[in-house]
């Protein structure tokens, strides 16, 4: 794949259906020597389980982290599934910007360095990006 692909994208469960983590994905193939973007959505976590994933994958060396609000769990195959959807995209972004420039303790108490990735948002259409750089597909 190295001679097709700059990076692959691994998937947070994706139309609201399981897979395995997005980290765990992402821990393997990078072990294996492919660079990575790891999806993150909002959907099943809340800020606290975001924020640790995040640090987890700076200390496993994952650079790129694409920011998702996450289909709403009706599209799934698990429709009674509850919602969290304590942050959005954008809250989710913010977040990891803070992490990456000024260290987690940033928004925790858990550590003084600084998460080494690149976050960036997907965009819906009609929503507007409140000073915020990323790129939008």
Known sequence: LAEVADALNTIDS??????????ATSALLLKAGYE???QMSCRDRNRIALQGDLLGAAALGVKNVLCLTGD????G???ETKRVFDFDSMHLLRTARIMRDQGP???SQESRSRCRFHPD???VRYQSLPRIH???T
């Not at 994706?14 to 980290?23: K, T």
């Open 14 to 23: 994706s139309s609201a259906n399981v897979h395995m983590s997005s980290l």
């Open 36 to 38: 990575v973007v790891m």
């Open 72 to 75: 709403d769990v009706s599209a």
């Open 77 to 79: 195959d698990q429709p």
């Open 105 to 107: 303790r940033a928004v």
């Open 121 to 123: 948002p997907v965009c």
């Open 134 to 136: 990323g790129t939008c």
